[in-house]
């Protein structure tokens, strides 16, 4: 049985950092696809951040330059290292696993999802 359990979320100020760990069970980070969606509320859910693997990256416009996809695989774990947060990527943040490469950021090519990490950013 595969389980994805997000952690790391909580409240920061514009311009501070977080750090997102999703902790995989019955499914081995380093063999696939995986990525972090978010979902702020009254939006649809939105992937910002994939990484195959093979290690390559790619990330949503809106995060490119301040947020970093890893994996962790001695700790089977999905990383997302969130600098310099804005009040605008306050949402849900959800770990997802089993992607196609090439529709990484689109949920419906996703196999297994997370409950869910609440990250909310302050001005």
């Known amino acids: 049985q595969v389980q994805l359990v997000e952690s790391g979320g909580g409240s920061v100020q514009a311009g501070g950092s977080l750090r997102l760990s999703c902790a995989a069970s019955?499914?081995?980070?380093?063999?696939?696809?995986m990525g972090w969606f978010r979902q702020a509320p009254g939006k649809e859910r939105e992937g910002i951040a994939a990484?195959?693997?093979?290690?390559?990256?790619k990330y949503a416009d809106s995060v490119k330059g301040r947020f970093t996809i890893s994996k962790d695989n001695a700790k089977n774990t999905l990383l997302l290292q969130m600098n310099s947060l804005k009040p605008e990527d306050t949402a849900m943040y959800y770990c997802a696993a089993g992607c196609t490469w090439l529709w990484a950021f689109n949920k419906f090519w996703y196999e297994y999802w997370g409950q869910g990490t609440q990250v909310t950013v302050s001005s």
């Open positions: 990484i195959h693997s093979d290690g390559s990256t």
């Open positions: 019955g499914y081995t980070v380093s063999s696939h696809c």
